[in-house]
């Protein structure tokens, strides 16, 4: 009987890339700041607590506190961290880790979104959030 030529099941599988990325909750006088995604970019018009990739070599601490200078223009310190969420977006799989972060200075300039918010924490259900950040508000809520 002869063999069929079977793949190896391995070499079948595609491996998705895992991204590791950061997001701050910053709370300053009571309020929370959510960021709106450009409409044009994936998940556009969501809200999320603003954030981005860990770079090679970096601290997820080091991270969020870059790129909250770089999307917000504000320095910011980062505090405890909230949850863990992983979203798998076809493509790839994001691993999303939520931090409390603590506004210490700088003017709110939007370079990566299209509007932002203060809300409090009871406001933020009316927002319709990015998914991976719904277990970084579940956490939140529960601190």
């Known amino acids: 009987m002869p063999q069929k030529n079977m793949r190896n099941t391995a070499e079948s599988v595609s491996i998705k890339p895992i991204i590791l990325v950061v997001a701050g909750v910053i709370e300053k006088q ?7 995604r450009v409409e044009h ?3 556009g018009g969501l809200w999320e607590f603003p954030g981005g990739k860990v770079e090679e070599g970096e601290t997820p601490q080091a991270a969020l ?11 910011t310190t980062t505090g405890r961290f909230l949850a863990d969420s992983v979203f ?3 493509d ?4 999303l880790k939520g931090y409390l972060s603590h506004w210490e200075s700088g003017s709110l300039v939007l ?5 932002s918010v203060w809300a409090e ?18 956490a939140l809520v529960a601190k």
């Open 41 to 43: 970019a994936c998940q």
């Open 30 to 36: 009571g309020r929370y700041l959510l960021a709106q």
């Open 88 to 90: 798998d977006h076809g």
């Open 65 to 75: 506190e870059r790129e909250l200078t770089e999307e917000l223009a504000i320095q």
């Open 92 to 95: 790839k799989i994001i691993h």
């Open 121 to 138: 924490l009871t406001e933020i259900s009316h927002y319709a959030l990015c998914p991976a950040d719904y277990p970084i508000l579940e």
């Open 111 to 115: 370079h990566s979104h299209q509007a």
